[in-house]
């Protein structure tokens, strides 16, 4: 059954350019993985392995990203598994990995180790020969600051050495990265990015509800997000198209919005 209804965002069918959402699987059953395909499998873009789980669970990778892949959405192994590769100058192995597992998308990151910017842009050109690539920019560790025009700095790099889209790091808590420690939204960073780099290009990572709903008001429904929940997915598509209370008048047009709730008609009851 399919309901139409005026005044909503366009979402336009996979493979989409902008609007992903990137879900991020921690470490799920085949069964979790089937049941998570059927009910929420055509708003997933990306999946993430997350960290290292894809070495946790070798028994259960191949067919999980088997299943991923006939529903048509992208995996990839998180940038930390990358870093423990690279950090053990295991380059070459993650390649082969990458290989056996018939991966086509890689995501690179610095987040957890100290590497070099320009071996970090190395590693980009390489592996762009093979796989889409995503580079994640951020630290990891709480109480590490980047200053924004290196933020910037690094993300233009990035993209002109090859990647498909850059991560703006915020772990998978939201604490850390573009956002403050209590979870709320660092603007005057996010702002400095969005004015130099075009939104389509970056994915925001944002776990909780409330950094879903502020970034849909920002930049609107054809925001990349990443690091989303399983069972978050269809809220966050629900959010996006103005199905929820968050953003239930974000989309309509000026003459519907005057019916706000007014609190002021409570009073007197």
Same mark, same amino acid.
Request: glycine share 8%; proline share 4%; aromatic share 8%.
């Given at each position: 059954?399919?309901?139409?209804?005026?005044?909503?965002?366009?979402?336009?069918?996979?493979?989409? =350019?902008?609007?992903? @959402?990137?879900?991020?699987?921690?470490?799920?059953?085949? %069964?979790?993985?089937?049941? !998570?395909? $059927? @009910?929420?499998?055509?708003? /997933?873009?990306?999946?993430?392995?997350?960290?290292?789980?894809?070495?946790?669970? @070798?028994?259960?990778? &191949?067919?999980?990203?088997?299943?991923?892949?006939?529903?048509?959405? =992208?995996?990839?192994?998180?940038? @930390?598994? !990358?870093? *423990?590769?690279?950090?053990?100058?295991?380059?070459?192995?993650?390649?082969?990995?990458?290989?056996?597992? =018939?991966?086509?998308?890689?995501?690179? +990151?610095?987040?957890?180790?100290?590497?070099?910017?320009?071996?970090?842009?190395?590693?980009?050109?390489?592996?762009?020969?093979?796989?889409?690539?995503?580079?994640?920019?951020?630290?990891?560790? #709480?109480?590490?600051?980047?200053?924004? &025009?290196?933020?910037?700095?690094?993300? #233009?790099? &990035?993209?002109?050495?090859?990647?498909? #889209?850059?991560? /703006?790091?915020?772990? $998978?808590?939201?604490?850390?990265?573009?956002?403050?420690?209590?979870? +709320?939204?660092? $603007?005057?960073?996010?702002?400095?990015?969005?004015?130099?780099?075009?939104?389509?290009?970056?994915?925001?990572?944002?776990?909780?509800?409330?950094?879903? *709903?502020? !970034?849909?008001?920002?930049?609107? /429904?054809? *925001?990349?997000?990443?690091?989303?929940?399983?069972?978050?997915?269809?809220?966050?598509?629900?959010? %996006?198209?103005?199905? %929820?209370?968050?953003?239930? !008048?974000?989309?309509?047009?000026?003459?519907? #919005?005057?019916?706000?709730?007014?609190?002021?008609?409570?009073?007197?009851?």
């Amino acid at each position: 059954m399919e309901i139409k209804l005026p005044y909503m965002p366009d979402r336009p069918e996979k493979p989409r =350019k902008n609007g992903i @959402t990137m879900m991020m699987d921690k470490g799920l059953s085949i %069964r979790e993985v089937e049941n !998570f395909i $059927e @009910t929420a499998g055509k708003y /997933a873009d990306i999946v993430k392995l997350g960290f290292g789980t894809a070495i946790v669970t @070798t028994d259960l990778i &191949e067919t999980k990203i088997r299943l991923y892949q006939e529903a048509k959405i =992208k995996v990839y192994l998180g940038g @930390t598994l !990358f870093e *423990v590769f690279a950090i053990r100058g295991m380059f070459d192995e993650y390649l082969k990995l990458l290989e056996k597992l =018939k991966l086509d998308t890689a995501e690179i +990151s610095d987040g957890s180790m100290y590497m070099p910017h320009e071996q970090k842009l190395d590693y980009i050109r390489k592996l762009s020969r093979y796989v889409t690539v995503l580079s994640e920019v951020g630290s990891k560790q #709480k109480g590490v600051e980047i200053p924004d &025009e290196i933020w910037i700095a690094m993300m #233009k790099t &990035e993209l002109a050495e090859g990647s498909w #889209k850059v991560i /703006a790091e915020a772990r $998978e808590s939201g604490t850390v990265g573009i956002y403050h420690k209590d979870g +709320s939204a660092n $603007e005057e960073l996010i702002s400095h990015i969005t004015g130099q780099i075009d939104s389509e290009k970056i994915l925001w990572e944002a776990p909780t509800g409330k950094q879903q *709903v502020w !970034f849909i008001k920002l930049l609107g /429904a054809a *925001v990349n997000l990443g690091n989303i929940a399983p069972v978050d997915i269809i809220p966050l598509e629900c959010l %996006r198209l103005g199905l %929820r209370g968050d953003t239930f !008048f974000d989309f309509l047009p000026d003459e519907l #919005k005057n019916y706000r709730p007014d609190s002021d008609k409570y009073k007197a009851l």
